[in-house]
């Protein structure tokens, strides 16, 4: 069985994808108390031995934490995806973003622990994300140099060859447009009866699953209602099916089966936000309705809230992101924002996946906690990193 260390886990959305390709995830970090409550549960359901580091990363690039941590285990592969808000495209990019450094403590672990693999997950922007200055853990300084490019270096200067490449989650059966930098890290033996096969980036699938496919069965809820139960008036999709029955194996070998309907909760709109919502065309943002509004209605209808955008039922989603209020519902009798477990199945997780944590949470409050629609938005698609987790199991068993 191979044995997978989890940087940056989060809620858990790789390690499902890992899990379902047939790895073993004993170990895994993340700072957050709410993502490492939904983890632990997550783990604890589904029968798995778990040792988790609830804390600072940096504390455990020290040896003799790392050590304790690990307590002597072999590690196959090292996954993560480094907190990317200072590189992302929809943010500030800001220089001075501590995060921005986080990518370098990751490859110290890495360092450490020598694996045979190492896997980064991060969002587009990386990719043309300048450092102005930065030392490496090899005492390099890079200067005026792209984040990917640093990694690549710093990687090899401890014996590891790196490819990196921009995959989009829909092409692996997520319903959703989700662009990002998938860097895969392989060691290098000296000996040529120990080298390792260097893993190749996963085949599109031929199958696109749209938002319809994903969420028609879960669209009985009004606004302000919360349920348990599924409804049974509508046609189940097999995508649907796939996420009631469960994709992630327990220990025994057996997935899990939702019975209840799990962070099924519809927001209580204002009247004004349901009509703002009635007027939005299928894919149209806010931004986009209010240039087309009356003078008058315009007056009504002011929000600052333009990236807001109503879903194609035909076609995937746009990314989700950590804001609930960013994706409107496309049933036009239906005029609200998703449930977290709309979104969770647009991220492609399975039904009996339970989210922990406040549903929500709002202001500066936001930099302490991490909410249930966050750790969804913060996930790597499990279906996406189960293509990923395809691809470097199939080196380590040949």
């Known amino acids: 069985m191979y044995t997978v260390l989890d940087l940056f886990c989060g809620a858990g959305g790789m390690s499902e994808g890992f899990l379902q390709a047939g790895f073993q995830i004993p170990f895994a970090s993340d700072y957050s108390k709410e993502a490492a409550e939904t983890y632990k549960r ?4 589904l029968g798995y031995n778990l040792n988790f580091f609830n804390d600072d990363i940096g504390k455990l690039t020290k040896r003799s934490t790392l050590n304790d941590f690990l307590g002597g285990a072999t590690i196959d592969v090292i996954v993560g995806g480094p907190p990317c808000q200072g590189f992302s495209l929809t943010g500030k990019r800001d220089e001075n973003d501590p995060r921005n450094r986080l990518f370098l403590d990751y490859l110290k672990i890495v360092k450490l622990v020598k694996p045979k693999y190492f896997v980064i997950e991060n969002v587009e922007g990386m990719l043309s994300y300048k450092v102005k200055k930065i030392k490496g853990i090899s005492g390099t300084i890079y200067e005026d140099e792209i984040v990917p490019e640093i ?5 090899k200067t401890f014996g ?3 490819e990196y490449k921009l995959l989009n989650a829909k092409d692996y059966g997520v319903p959703q447009n989700r662009p990002r930098v998938i860097f895969f890290g392989t060691r290098n033996f000296k000996r040529k009866k120990d080298r390792l096969q260097i893993p190749t980036f996963p085949e599109k699938h031929k199958v696109v699953v749209s938002v319809e496919d994903a969420i028609s069965d879960l669209r009985f809820l009004k606004n302000g209602q919360v349920s348990s139960n599924y409804n049974g008036r509508y046609r189940v999709t097999p995508y649907q099916q796939l996420l009631r029955n469960g994709l992630t194996p327990n220990a025994n070998g057996e997935t899990i089966r939702a019975i209840r309907l799990e962070n099924h909760k519809a927001s209580t709109h204002q009247e004004k936000t349901v009509k703002r919502f009635e007027k939005l065309k299928p894919g149209e943002s806010v931004g986009d309705l209010l240039i087309r509004l009356t003078s008058e209605e315009l007056k009504y209808f002011k929000t600052k809230k333009y990236r807001c955008t109503k879903l194609e039922k035909d076609s995937v989603s746009p990314t989700v992101l950590t804001l609930p209020d960013d ?8 005029p609200r924002i998703l449930s977290v477990r ?4 647009l991220q492609s997780f399975d039904d009996s996946f339970v989210f922990y944590g406040k549903r929500t949470t709002g202001g500066d409050r936001r930099k302490y906690e991490t909410p249930q629609y966050t750790q969804v938005g913060n996930a790597v698609p499990p279906l996406f990193a189960r293509a990923i987790a395809n691809q470097i199991i199939k080196c380590l068993r040949s």
């Open 42 to 45: 997550r783990h604890d359901q």
């Open 342 to 345: 709309e979104f969770a199945r």
């Open 327 to 334: 994706i409107v519902h496309y049933d036009q009798g239906n």
């Open 151 to 155: 990694i690549k270096k710093e990687a």
């Open 160 to 162: 590891y060859y790196v």
